[in-house]
C-alpha cells in the first residue's frame, strides 16, 4: 500500500497481485451469486445479482487492462493458479456463502468491499502518486461510487442484522474474521 | 396458448398467469444465480450471471409494464402469492440447483426457455394476434435474440453432457422433466 | 387416520401412503443430512447426524417390514415414483434446507415429527385398533420415545429462534408452513 | 509420522495434531453429511450417513480418550482455534462438498481417509512403537477396517468417475488435490 501511495511499488510485487486479485475475483463473482439466489427479499436479490454483474464485466475488464500495462496477457491471467492464501480466503467465503445464515454472509462479504475502499480514499487524501498506473489504481478505489457500495453493503448488513441476539451477532463477528484474510492477503 | 394465438383470451386467466410467472422469474433469478455460482468455467460464470442480470432487469420489467396495461399494479405483484403449481416448480429447480450436479441444473434450466421461444415462433409462424398486448408477448418469446438464448442453452448443455456414462445422462434426463411442471404451469 | 384409527381403512390407501412415505423418508434423511451439515454447534450436528441415521436405518426399515406385511417387496418400493404431491413436498424441504437460514430449517423438520407424535398420541388416548398392523403404526406414533424426538426439536428451534426480531419471527412462521405439505400428504 | 513410528515423537507437537485433528474431524462430519444429502442413490445416501454418524460417536470419542491421556480436557478441545492450515483444509472440503459435482466430493473426500490407512499400514509393517499411546494410534489407522473403509470410498469414486469425459476426469483430479492440504497438516 506505501508503495502505491509512493508511487514506486516494485512492478513484480504489483504482477503478483493482479494476478490473484484476478483470480479472486472470478470466486468473487461466485459469491455474490451464491449470496443473491439466498437473499430473502427482491431488493437484496437484485442489489446482489448486479454486483455479481458489475464485478465480472467492470473490475475484471478493469484487471485485464491494467495487466496489459503491466505485461500481462490475458492468457497469463487464464493460466494462473490461486496461492494457498488466495484459495484459502475465497474458500472460506465460499464455504460460508453456502451454509451459513444470510446474514453472516454479509458480514464475510464485508471486509474486502470496505477495505479497498478505505485504503483508496486514505491514499488519496495524502496526495495521488505520479506513477500514472498507480495513481489510477487509487483513483479506481477512492471513488465515491466505490464508497457508496461499500456503505451500501455495511447498511444491508446493519439491517439484517438489527436486533439480532447476541449469539448471531457473535456468529457475524466470526463471519466479518475474513478481514484477517484481507490482511494476509496483502502480505502474500 | 391458443387463446394468445387467437388473441381472444380470458383476461382474468392472463392476470392469474403474468402474476404466477413475475413470481417464477424471482425464483428463475435466484436459480440462475445459484447456476452461476456452481459454473466450472469463466465462460459459463460470466453467461448464467448475465441471464440473472438480464432476466431481473428486463424480463421483470416487461412483466411489470404488462402488468400495468392489463389492470395489475405493482403492489399487487409484490401482494401475490405463489400456487402450489409455482411453487413446486421453483422449489424442484432450486433443489436441484443446490444439490445435483451442475449438468443436471441445465438440464432443469432448460425446459422454460426452449418451451417459450418454441411456443412463441409457432404461433408467430401461424400468423400474429390482432389484439395488441397478446401481439406483443407472442412478438417477446418468437424474438430470435430469445431463440439465441434458449439455443445457447441447449448447446451449453449438449456441451457438458457430451461423453457422459448412461447412469449422468439418465440423471440429466430426469432432471429435464421440469417439463412437466412447465405443462403444470399452462393448465393451472 | 380415522381409518388407521378404527382399524379398517383400506388396505389399498394404505400402501400408497406407505410407499410415499417410503420415498419421503429418503429424501428426510437427506434434509437431517443437509441441516447437520450447517448445524452450528456441536450438539445440534450431532443430534441431526444422529437423526439422519435412525431414519434411515430404523425408519426405512420400519417401514420395508410395514410394507412385507402389506404385500409389498422392497423391489416394490424401490421401483415406486414420487407423487407431485410428496415431490412437492421434499423439494420444498431440501430448498429450505440448502438456501435458507438454519432457524429456518427447523421450523421446516417440525410439523412432519410433531404432527405424526401428536397424531399417534390423540389416536392412542381414544383406544388402540384392534387390527395389529395398524395398531403397531399407531405405537409407534404414539411412543413416548418419540414424542420426545418432537419435543426436542420444537426445544431447538425455540431456543434458535428466542430473541428473533419479527422479521426473522416471519421467515420461521412461513417455513413452519410445510405443515400445509402434511395435510396435501394425508388428502392425497 | 517417523516421530510416531518411533514412539519418541515430542508430546507437544502431538497434542497440537490432536487438537487440530479433533477440529478438523468436526467439519469432517459436516463434509460427510453434506455428502450425503447430495447423493444420489440409497445405498450411497446411507454409507454417508453411516461415516458422518461414526466419525462423530467413535472417531470424535476416541480422540477425546486420547485426548486426556495427553492431558488435554475436553473444554480444552473446545475451546481451541483452526490454525489458518487447517481452516484452509476444512473450508475446501466444505466448499467443494456445497458446490462442485458429486463425484468431485468423493475425490476430495479420498486423501485423508486413504492417506492415513496407508500411514497406519506402513508404520505398523515396520513394527509397533513401543510406546502404548502411539502404538495404539498406529493400530488404529493399521486396522483393516479402516483400510477396507477407504478402499470403499476409492471404489465408489471409481465407480462414479467410469466412463467420464477427460474434462470431469480432470476436474476430479483436481479435488483430488485435498492431498497436499493433508501433506501440510502435517507439516504444520
Same mark, same amino acid.
Given at each position: ?96 456463502a453456502?451454509?451459513?445464515?444470510f ?12 477495505? &479497498? ?23 479506481? &478505489? ?6 457508496a ?28 474474521a ?11
Amino acid at each position: 500500500m506505501r508503495g502505491i501511495a509512493a508511487g514506486d511499488l516494485d512492478e513484480t510485487r504489483f504482477r503478483s497481485w493482479l494476478v490473484q486479485d484476478y483470480l479472486f475475483l472470478l470466486d468473487y463473482v461466485r459469491l455474490f451469486a451464491l449470496a443473491a439466489a439466498r437473499a430473502p427479499g427482491t431488493d437484496s436479490l437484485g442489489r446482489l445479482v448486479d454486483l455479481a454483474h458489475s464485478t465480472f464485466h467492470q473490475e475484471l475488464s478493469l484487471h485485464r487492462a491494467y495487466a496489459a500495462e503491466f505485461g500481462l496477457s490475458e492468457a497469463d491471467l487464464d493460466r494462473a493458479e490461486k496461492t494457498p492464501v488466495c484459495a484459502a480466503y475465497t474458500d472460506l467465503l465460499l464455504r460460508t456463502a453456502a451454509t451459513a445464515d444470510f446474514v453472516e454472509v454479509l458480514a464475510a462479504v464485508l471486509p474486502c468491499m470496505w477495505g &479497498y475502499s478505505e485504503l483508496g480514499r486514505a491514499i488519496a487524501a495524502g496526495g495521488l502518486p505520479a506513477e500514472p498506473r498507480y495513481r489510477r489504481w487509487v483513483q479506481t &478505489y477512492a471513488d465515491p461510487g466505490f464508497a457508496a457500495l461499500a456503505a451500501w453493503c455495511a447498511a444491508l448488513l446493519d439491517r439484517a442484522a438489527e436486533g439480532l441476539p447476541a449469539a448471531n451477532v457473535a456468529a457475524c463477528e466470526r463471519a466479518f474474521a475474513t478481514l484477517g484474510h484481507e490482511l494476509a492477503f496483502w502480505d502474500a
